[in-house]
């Protein structure tokens, strides 16, 4: 008797996952992951986090900084600054299309389209887009180099940095890293849209991935941008398309210069998306649902604007699963006084950015 009551004191000090294991008959990969999801810490998932949202945005911030590597590359990087070179500047009539090359590492060139409005003699709003995995880094800027640029521009919106010149911004296009110019050799001589897998298999070596890469880009070019052009600091403007919303959304929680964060067809839970449906392995971070769930990440933009755009047809990112998450998203900014501040714009229509969403929230936010 004396034995048993041991060992039943000892399996009650066990954790739970250990007490009630549950061996499946036929292994199921979806399944394996669901539990793995299911038993993700998710240290910082808002609603179950025990201290003041302020608390709660200070660690989560810098945890996720670090996660990123951003902590690293500043330490590495304190004191550098990024070098620019004009390389062309085309006349659209409104404005003119410069292509420049900027350097926002002393190893990494990224070709930039600005598309500057012409007399612009007073500060402008500035609005940053990086791209997703379009093989066109410059069709944001509205430069057409295939057939399927032209659909692309004409149904999806896709020439959003040209859009947002037209409005009234210095509009930047950054290449976004991997792709362009900064592709490996052999998907450029084999045509091939970008090199994700190849920079994200190399990175993680050194404890590099491609999201915080890219966010460091995206901060640079504000960095160079500050000091080079006529910028309204109180109109820093990030947005983007797919893989480029999914920059936009994690450069919004990570640089509180940008005024408004509007990443476009890329918000949802981990679990229903990135966690399920094939995608490109750029979007993953190793540990990243350890920390939290996308609409905790999109909390961090608090209290700054934030606009979350989806397609109600969105079968990569669904739309569903994303009405979800923005739930968190409003439980942040409730709780930082400024609900009004985030909005969630879904557009009739699937993968593709929705500039109406866009320029309807900024007309009445700025």
């Given at each position: 008797m004396k034995k048993?009551?041991?060992?039943?004191?000892?399996?009650?000090?066990?954790?739970?996952a250990a007490q009630a294991q549950e061996y499946v008959e036929t292994f199921n990969t979806q399944h394996q992951y669901d539990t793995q999801y299911t038993e993700a810490k998710m240290k910082y998932a808002f609603e179950n986090y025990k201290g003041s949202h302020k608390s709660w945005h200070k660690k989560f911030y810098n945890e996720l900084k670090d996660l990123l590597g951003l902590t690293e590359l500043q330490e590495r990087y304190k004191d550098f600054k990024p070098k620019a070179v004009l390389v062309s500047v085309e006349d659209l009539g409104f404005a003119t299309r410069e292509r420049w090359k900027i350097w926002t590492e002393p190893t990494m060139i990224l070709p930039t389209v600005i598309t500057r409005p012409k007399n612009c003699t007073e500060k402008m709003p500035i609005c940053i887009t990086p791209q997703g995995h379009n093989k066109n880094p410059e069709a944001y800027s509205g430069v057409i180099t295939s057939p399927q640029d032209s659909?692309?521009?004409a149904t999806k919106d896709a020439d959003v940095a040209l859009r947002a010149a037209k409005f009234g911004f210095i509009a930047i296009n950054p290449t976004t890293r991997a792709f362009?110019?900064?592709?490996?050799?052999?998907a450029i001589r084999k045509d091939r849209p970008h090199s994700c897998q190849y920079y994200m298999q190399r990175g993680v070596l050194t404890g590099r991935n491609l999201i915080g890469d890219r966010v460091w880009d995206v901060m640079k070019i504000i960095d160079?941008?500050?000091?080079?052009l006529p910028v309204d600091t109180d109109k820093?403007?990030?947005?983007?398309?797919?893989?480029?919303?999914?920059?936009?959304?994690?450069?919004?929680?990570?640089?509180?210069?940008i005024k408004l964060c509007a990443p476009s067809s890329c918000f949802c839970s981990f679990e229903a998306s990135i966690g399920t449906i094939h995608h490109c392995p750029c979007?993953?971070?190793p540990y990243i649902m350890d920390l939290c769930n996308m609409g905790d990440i999109a909390g961090l933009v608090a209290p700054r604007k934030l606009l979350i755009i989806n397609g109600d047809k969105d079968e990569?990112?669904?739309?569903?699963?994303?009405?979800?998450?923005?739930?968190?998203?409003?439980?942040?900014?409730?709780?930082?006084?400024?609900?009004e501040n985030c909005e969630m714009y879904e557009g009739d229509?699937?993968?593709?950015?929705?500039?109406?969403g866009f320029s309807d929230f900024w007309t009445r936010h700025f």
């Open positions: 048993l009551l041991i060992a039943l004191f000892a399996i009650a000090l066990l954790p739970k659909i692309a521009v362009g110019d900064t592709r490996h050799p052999d160079w941008a500050l000091e080079n820093i403007v990030v947005t983007g398309n797919s893989g480029g919303g999914t920059v936009t959304l994690y450069s919004g929680a990570m640089d509180p210069r979007n993953h971070i990569i990112f669904p739309i569903g699963p994303a009405r979800e998450e923005f739930k968190t998203v409003k439980a942040v900014y409730k709780a930082f006084g400024v609900e229509g699937p993968h593709r950015y929705f500039w109406a």
